[in-house]
């Protein structure tokens, strides 16, 4: 099992940018691929972009396409979400979530952390 913990929300005017950070205990970090999803208030949560155990392969989301960036430190057991050029729309509880399955995690992930809130003001 694997336990996961977010930080780095907060509020930020439109056009600023977050650093997200999720940091995992338990089993080896390098043996599951992460992702990071969203939810908004009355909406379902959504996929946001996923990174490959070693880092090397990536997946976002169209809406975030050039504006976010996940990345991983396996040394660190942890995951990171740069977001840059926010919106009003990316405005949601973020979550961490990790699988050994790297299908799964773009899916239903098994493990979540408890979610981060940030807010984008216009």
């Known amino acids: 099992q694997v336990q996961l913990v977010e930080s780095g929300g907060g509020l930020v005017q439109a056009g600023g940018s977050l650093r997200l950070s999720c940091a995992a205990s338990?089993?080896?970090?390098?043996?599951?691929?992460m992702g990071w999803f969203r939810q908004a208030p009355g909406k379902e949560r959504e996929l946001v972009a996923a990174i490959w155990w070693s880092g090397v392969g990536t997946y976002y989301a169209d809406s975030v396409k050039g504006r976010f960036t996940i990345s991983r430190d396996n040394a660190k057991s942890t995951l990171y979400l740069q977001m840059n050029s926010l919106k009003p729309e990316d405005t949601a509880v973020y979550y961490c979530a990790a699988d050994s399955s790297y299908v799964k995690v773009l899916r239903t992930p098994d493990y979540w952390g408890q979610g981060t809130q940030v807010t984008v003001s216009s």
């Open positions: 338990g089993r080896t970090f390098s043996s599951y691929a």
